[in-house]
């Protein structure tokens, strides 16, 4: 009788520990399925003129809605939410009648997965800085992306090994005591363990080899990756947002970098050009008067008397320098611009919706030519037509690429 408690008591361990573990990997897997990048841009595009995460605007401030209501009620709600009321449910009215019956528009198109990625973005917010700031947004670059295991699943996958493991010891113990035998401790079990792994010289060799191999590949991507300046975004002296001019507002990328047409640099254009706008747009969103001042102090107008000051000698705007090849190597936009057609975004990523411009290519040799080796040449464009009559012919085919034309040779990138 003893023994059968003793047993009872000690499966009844085992079966809390497994609870915890299963509820704990629940929990982490409703925190997981959303991508706050995805839902960040369609709250703003279809939430952000009625709902703020920190505040109340015309509807609740939706931080901390998910620790409010379950994930799916926030879906029916998100999707319809003049149905759910109509189906009676409690919470839904109350929200209702407490927002004077302003009702929100239903979002009948948002997928699961939209919701689910907007509910994420309420959960992490703007990081890490958040817009709300006075100063220019120094918003870091954007991690590269992850290789190989994150640390935060070995972790996990440690955890549960470790548990697992107690929970086998666990089992052992209750046999043992069923049979009537002493049971051990995790921990004699374990330095036994040990032991016998400590003499298995196989075991030692594989674990080596194993160690090895990742530190090898970790000091590899470290040197491959020196010089690389990818997802570089330093903040600059005027807090500019291409999301905003040539995202928002549409601005088109040569109004301001007419030079990617004609040449080999694209231009950062002048204040002067800016004033074309600015000279009537007195104040941003955001900054309100402080970064279009920054322009005014430039080309010296005054916005008191709303005019230029005679006589003003211009201080340029110092905006640091993003993409910058070594000087061994030579690259035109027209070529790629005009020549070949290519859209900015092919080599600068979305532009239009950077608040602070980064570097989005590798921007590395072997970037130049995978490019060179898979993009065809724009034959329709009319420039050198007897030149690519002769490769069609040469290589019996229609696809013209760049490397045909001699773009895989040295000379032609390096001076
Ligand atoms: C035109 C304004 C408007 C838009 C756009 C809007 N909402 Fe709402 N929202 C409201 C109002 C107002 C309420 C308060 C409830 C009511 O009056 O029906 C609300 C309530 C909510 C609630 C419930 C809050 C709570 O405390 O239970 C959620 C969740 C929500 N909105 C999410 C969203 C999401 C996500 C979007 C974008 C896809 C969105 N809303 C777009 C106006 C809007
Ligand atoms: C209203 C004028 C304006 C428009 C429109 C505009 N830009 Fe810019 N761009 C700037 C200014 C000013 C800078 C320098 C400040 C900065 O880097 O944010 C800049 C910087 C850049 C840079 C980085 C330059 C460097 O230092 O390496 C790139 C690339 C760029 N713009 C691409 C684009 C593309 C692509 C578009 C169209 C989608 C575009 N820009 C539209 C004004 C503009
Ligand atoms: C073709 C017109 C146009 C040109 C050229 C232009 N802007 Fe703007 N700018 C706008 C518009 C439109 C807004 C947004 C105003 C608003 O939403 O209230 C804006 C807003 C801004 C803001 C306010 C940001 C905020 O959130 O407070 C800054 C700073 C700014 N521009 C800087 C510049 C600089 C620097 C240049 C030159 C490199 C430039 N702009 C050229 C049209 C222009
Ligand atoms: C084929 C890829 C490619 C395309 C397409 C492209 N760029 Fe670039 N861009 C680059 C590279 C590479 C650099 C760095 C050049 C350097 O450092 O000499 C650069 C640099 C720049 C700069 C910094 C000034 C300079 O010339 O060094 C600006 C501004 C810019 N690009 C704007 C644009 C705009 C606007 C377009 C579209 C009209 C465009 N780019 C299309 C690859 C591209
Ligand atoms: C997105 C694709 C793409 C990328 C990235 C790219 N190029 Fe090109 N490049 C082209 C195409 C397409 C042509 C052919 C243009 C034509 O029709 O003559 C070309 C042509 C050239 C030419 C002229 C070749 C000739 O025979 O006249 C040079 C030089 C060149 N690229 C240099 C570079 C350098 C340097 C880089 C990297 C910094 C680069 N390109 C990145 C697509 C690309
Ligand atoms: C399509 C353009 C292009 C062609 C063709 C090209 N290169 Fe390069 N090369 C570049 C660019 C761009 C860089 C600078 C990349 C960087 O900074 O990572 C570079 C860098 C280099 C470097 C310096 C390496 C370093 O890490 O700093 C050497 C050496 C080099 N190239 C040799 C060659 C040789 C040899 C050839 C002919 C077989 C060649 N390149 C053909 C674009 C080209």
């Not at 959960?123 to 800085?129: C, E, L, R, T, Y």
């Not at 005014?296 to 008397?305: I, K, L, P, Q, S």
Request: net charge neutral; proline share 4%.
């Amino acid at each position: 009788m003893k023994i059968m408690k003793k047993c009872v008591s000690r499966l009844r361990m085992v079966w809390v520990v497994l609870c915890v573990m299963l509820s704990s990997l629940m929990v982490s897997a409703q925190d997981l399925p959303g991508d706050p990048a995805n839902g960040r841009k369609l709250f703003n595009a279809q939430c952000a003129a009625c709902h703020k995460l920190d505040r109340r605007l015309v509807g609740p401030a939706m931080a901390g809605i998910t620790e409010r209501r379950s994930q799916e009620w926030l879906i029916r709600w998100i999707r319809n939410n003049a149905e759910l009321r109509a189906s009676g449910d409690k919470d839904a009215i109350a929200v209702y009648e407490e927002y004077n019956r302003s009702a929100m528009p239903a979002f009948p198109l948002l997928s699961d997965q939209d919701i689910l990625d907007i509910l994420a973005y309420t959960i992490v917010g703007d990081q890490p800085a958040s817009p709300a700031g006075d100063g220019p947004v120094t918003t870091q670059a954007p991690a590269k992306p992850e290789r190989g295991l994150n640390v935060w699943v070995l972790a996990g996958l440690s955890l549960f090994l470790l548990i697992l493991l107690m929970i086998l010891v666990k089992v052992k113990n209750t046999l043992k005591v069923i049979k009537g035998e002493e049971p051990t401790s995790v921990l004699e079990d374990f330095s036994k363990g040990v032991q016998v792994a400590v003499k298995n010289q196989k075991l030692i060799v594989l674990l080596t080899v194993v160690v090895s191999v990742f530190l090898l590949k970790e000091l590899y991507w470290g040197l491959m990756s020196i010089g690389v300046e990818q997802g570089y975004m330093p903040e600059q002296p005027i807090a500019f947002s291409h999301k905003i001019h040539a995202g928002e507002n549409g601005i088109d990328c040569k109004y301001c970098h007419y030079g990617a047409e004609k040449g080999k640099h694209s231009n950062i254009p002048s204040a002067a050009l800016c004033m074309n706008c600015h000279k009537y747009i007195q104040e941003g969103p955001k900054y309100g008067t402080a970064e279009i001042d920054k322009i005014y102090a430039a080309v010296g107008f005054d916005r008191e008397t709303q005019s230029y000051i005679e006589g003003y000698e211009e201080k340029p705007v110092k905006w640091v320098r993003v993409h910058n090849l070594p000087d061994l190597s030579y690259f035109n936009h027209a070529q790629h611009v005009n020549v070949a057609g290519l859209e900015c975004q092919t080599c600068h990523g979305p532009v239009e919706e950077m608040e602070v411009l980064y570097q989005y290519s590798e921007l590395t040799m072997g970037w130049c030519i995978n490019c060179h080796r898979e993009t065809e040449v724009n034959i329709e464009n009319g420039y050198y037509k007897d030149l690519h009559d002769k490769l069609k012919a040469k290589y019996k085919s229609d696809k013209i690429t760049a490397e045909m034309i001699g773009g895989l040779e040295c000379g032609k990138c390096h001076y």
